[in-house]
């Protein structure tokens, strides 16, 4: 039945998409609408001109019951294509008429319009600004960009009202937050995911009024950064517990990682909190904090639904978008839980639900664009409210940095690859551990830092598994481009959120990195080709029109 419902659906999409043209509407093409419009009309025009010159060869004029109009009896075929193309034209007006307030996901059109009014009312332009999709974030949505501390001119719809839709707007980018649109929105209320829990309830607030919306630059905060490192995460070789500087290590991971090494002292076997017992505490206690709860993975109709959902989406990006390209790159929100699901074919399906938003984006854009991966629900991890205290110590823009690597731009993902991106994150976080141990062996906080390792250490191969079901086979050049994978802390309360501003710094950073994708090139050549025929053909129907004209009319 539901087969046969999608083949209706789809048979009524086409004979839609034959009216709108024959309405004059059109599609997003390369050349401007008013040129399509204009070679309708000259189409129209022609075709209503030859069947009246050639209608006496029709229809005999005597058969035409109009004898007080010896012009129409004349040309009465011109008239008839006429009144039928008229007719066509009002009934799709009537239909869109009817069908205006019952659109297939009219939730999705009125949050899309009250983004676009809230845009409008604070002076932002969309076809100005860089724009930036966020797919997944679910009911971290609010506390996800309260956590980016950025400076928002306008949240539409409020974040007291439930949308599917929803943007984020400051003076240098637009973010469209995809929390009920798409398969990784579908697929995450489905997923007993645990309670926000006691994450980093005694981190504190930097109270010295550095602002914290820059990007942060190690540089200029001790040793220079090694050839290599990313300007929004931090070194802890630059800064020793006196706060003298340290000299720099080379980067573990070359130019491709972003991220800097820890110092020399973190190279060599530690004891966290003075003895064994901090390791053996940590390794008790990791793999239990963020399993997720019972799972139930999409059915295909939930699924079909979801896609369809994000290209209604997309389609509206970009027709506001213009001649622009539609985005400028996309932040792909993953549960952290997700990783402590039990392996098997369910899991695996629940996963592949991110796979199907980059696809959908994908196609519907028609656009190869930077992908940023956000790791969420850190703040649910033991040790991390005493891994960022501790960070903080050496430099109080710690919160705001990113915690993991970024990946070689274009690069396509397979298991390798997806390994790869895993470990350079996990490096990250064993270089800064091991580092805040050789401050202080004896430090109390130690063993739950060496805990929080352990934590994501357990996570290693399922987030490999998660990355290469999303991205293989759609990753590369040519396609969605891995720019990063990043654990972020976005909790409800202020004290559980960490590691987030910096995620959003790179997609701005990044936004130049989009190109055309070549089956997009294809169809636009393709449509060009088209349009000159039109064009070639209408001005020869024109030419014949003029003729007939002329020998019909001309020598009286």
């Known amino acids: 039945m539901y087969q046969l419902l999608a083949s209706i659906s789809r048979a009524f999409s086409y004979a839609r998409t034959w009216f709108m043209w024959l309405a004059g509407a059109t599609r997003d093409t390369a050349l401007p609408s008013w040129f399509y419009q204009a070679l309708h009309a000259l189409l129209v025009i022609a075709t209503v001109v030859l069947f009246g010159a050639f209608s006496p060869w029709i229809t005999d004029p005597n058969d035409v019951k109009v004898s007080d109009a010896p012009f129409i009896q004349k040309h009465f075929w011109g008239f008839a294509v006429l009144l039928l193309y008229l007719l066509i034209r009002v009934a799709i007006f009537v239909i869109r008429l009817l069908l205006e307030r019952e659109e297939e996901f009219d939730d999705i059109r009125r949050a899309w319009d009250a983004g676009m009014a809230a845009l409008d009312r604070v002076g932002l332009d969309i076809q100005w600004l860089p724009v930036f999709i966020v797919v997944g974030a679910g009911e971290e949505e609010d506390a996800l960009f309260r956590a980016a501390r950025m400076s928002w001119k306008t949240t539409a719809p409020g974040r007291e009202d439930a949308a599917p839709v929803r943007i984020y707007a400051t003076e240098e980018a637009i973010f469209i937050s995809c929390t009920g649109t798409g398969a990784l929105a579908a697929q995450r209320t489905t997923v007993l995911e645990p309670a926000v829990g006691g994450g980093m309830d005694r981190t504190q607030r ?22 290599g490192g990313g300007i ?46 901090g390791i053996l505490a940590g390794l008790q206690g990791a793999a239990k904090s963020t399993a997720a709860g019972p799972i139930r993975p999409l059915a295909q109709a939930e699924l079909d639904l979801a896609n369809r959902r994000l290209e209604y989406l997309c389609g ?30 369910d899991t695996d399906r629940i996963a592949r639900s991110a796979r199907e938003d980059v696809e959908t984006a994908y196609r519907g854009f028609g656009l190869a664009f930077p992908t940023t991966v956000a790791i969420t629900g850190f703040e649910r991890t033991p040790g991390l409210r005493q891994f960022v205290e501790r960070g903080m110590r050496l430099n109080p823009k710690f919160l705001d940095s990113r915690a993991g690597s970024k990946f070689p731009p274009g690069a396509a993902i397979d298991q390798n690859s997806a390994r790869w991106a895993v470990d350079a994150g996990l490096q990250w976080f064993r270089d800064w551990c091991y580092s805040l141990f050789s401050q202080n062996l004896s430090d109390s906080t130690n063993g739950p830092i060496y805990r929080l390792l352990c934590e994501l250490q357990t996570r290693r191969d399922a987030l490999t598994r998660q990355l290469q079901l999303t991205f293989e086979g759609v990753s590369g050049a040519d396609a969605t481009r891995l720019s990063g994978v990043y654990y972020c802390a976005a909790g409800r309360s202020e004290r559980d959120r960490a590691f987030v501003q910096g995620v959003f710094r790179k997609l701005v950073d990044g936004q130049d990195d989009v190109a055309w994708t070549a089956d997009r090139l294809r169809t636009d050549a393709n449509r060009r080709s088209m349009a000159v025929a039109g064009l070639v053909l209408a001005i020869v129907l024109i030419a014949v029109v003029g003729y007939l004209v002329y020998k019909l009319f001309g020598r009286g």
């Open 316 to 345: 509206l990006v970009t027709k506001a978008r213009g001649e622009f390209c539609p985005i400028n790159g996309m932040l792909l929100v993953l549960p952290l839980a997700w990783a402590g699901l039990p392996a098997g074919a």
């Open 206 to 227: 930097p109270t010295d009024g550095i602002s914290h919306s820059e990007t942060i630059d190690p540089g200029s905060m001790g040793a220079r950064a090694p050839q």
């Open 232 to 277: 929004a995460t931090i070194d802890p070789s630059s800064w020793s517990a006196g706060g003298a500087e340290a000299a720099p290590r080379p980067a573990a991971y070359g130019t491709a990682t972003g991220t800097m090494v820890a110092p020399g002292a973190a190279s060599g076997t530690l004891l966290p909190g003075g003895g064994g017992s």
